[in-house]
């Protein structure tokens, strides 16, 4: 071996060209997968709870539709009967009742308040059939759980229902007004109608035609005095009452002294007849109706009142 082959198993030098391997790429965690998964689970929860809610609005309006239905049906008849119930608080059976009057027709007077008797009459059953179906409907409207969502539906009509039914209390007030009314005019008309018989029979000198209306009318008289009690009858009623019931015993003087053929009596009893007219004759009879009106104006008003609500006026 020679100098210039060099010591024998000398390391070949790396050259500088020598490319390093590229190192292999990491795997991706397995926690972004889960995050991903849990992502997706929030989200649907979300939308269940959406769900959720948009059910329970939407079956509490269902829930609420029933009681809410039967409350507008039953409002709307207690409303239709509007008109009528005011005309019925307007009926006075005192109208026209005015005795100062010589054209008085007492059988006239009679058919006009058995014309309001029937309209008070068709005016009751209105009433309370009217507030039957309110009281009906009214436990329904309460709020619950399941209808929390139409609580603000069910309040308000539960509101105008509780008005309507304050509305038909007042009309129920002004029904058993006329009804006692009606009680006392009955018998009162009846006796006028005994007084007018009377007349005729006077003037036609029918003795007997006086004495017999005489029973019947002191009767209805003494009826009509117990039955005209206020507020129903109005206590200006009153003192006509004592000047006719005192006609009446006046009548019966005079009778009883013909009959006897005593004539300083009969003369006596003309004279407290005569008077007694007089008497009749300054009453003034409108304040009667206008008694009426003051009794019942308050009545009308509050109806009224309440009857706006019930409309959601």
């Known amino acids: 071996m020679t100098e210039a082959d060099g010591p024998l198993g000398a390391p070949t030098p790396a050259t500088e060209t020598t490319v390093?391997?590229?190192?292999?790429?990491?795997?991706a965690p397995a926690g972004g997968r889960r995050r991903s998964g849990r992502r997706w689970?929030?989200?649907?929860?979300?939308?269940?709870?959406?769900?959720?809610?948009?059910?329970?609005?939407l079956g509490g309006?269902?829930?609420?539709?029933?009681?809410?239905?039967?409350?507008?049906?039953?409002?709307?008849?207690?409303?239709?009967?509007?008109?009528?119930?005011?005309?019925?608080?307007n009926n006075d059976p005192f109208n026209g009742i005015d005795f100062s009057s010589n054209s008085v027709d007492v059988a006239t007077v009679k058919a006009a308040v058995a014309t309001d008797k029937q309209k008070v009459a068709k005016w009751q059953t209105q009433v309370s059939s009217d507030r039957t179906a309110l009281q009906q409907v009214r436990p329904d409207l309460k709020s619950s759980l399941l209808t929390l969502p139409e609580q603000g539906t069910l309040e308000r009509h539960r509101q105008r229902v509780e008005a309507a039914l304050s509305a038909l209390n007042t009309a129920q007030k002004g029904i058993d007004l006329y009804t006692k009314e009606f009680a006392f005019v009955d018998p009162f008309l009846d006796a006028m109608a005994g007084f007018e018989a009377i007349g005729k029979a006077g003037t036609a000198n029918d003795l007997a035609g006086v004495k017999a209306q005489l029973p019947a009318t002191g009767a209805n008289m003494k009826k009509a005095v117990d039955l005209a009690q206020p507020p129903a009858v109005p206590a200006e009623f009153a003192s006509a009452l004592k000047s006719i019931q005192q006609v009446l015993n006046d009548l019966q003087a005079l009778v009883a002294a013909v009959d006897a053929n005593?004539?300083?009596a009969a003369q006596k009893a003309d004279a407290a007849l005569q008077a007694d007219a007089a008497v009749l004759d300054k009453y003034d009879w409108k304040s009667v109706d206008a008694a009426s009106k003051a009794l019942f104006q308050p009545l009308i008003d509050a109806y009224n009142r309440d009857m706006k609500i019930a409309a959601d006026n």
Request: no cysteine.
């Open 262 to 264: 005593n004539a300083a």
């Open 41 to 57: 689970l929030i989200i649907g929860g979300i939308a269940l709870v959406f769900l959720l809610i948009i059910g329970y609005v």
């Open 61 to 89: 309006a269902a829930a609420a539709g029933g009681p809410v239905g039967r409350a507008d049906s039953a409002l709307h008849t207690a409303i239709s009967h509007n008109n009528e119930t005011v005309d019925s608080f």
């Open 20 to 27: 390093a391997a590229e190192p292999t790429q990491a795997p």
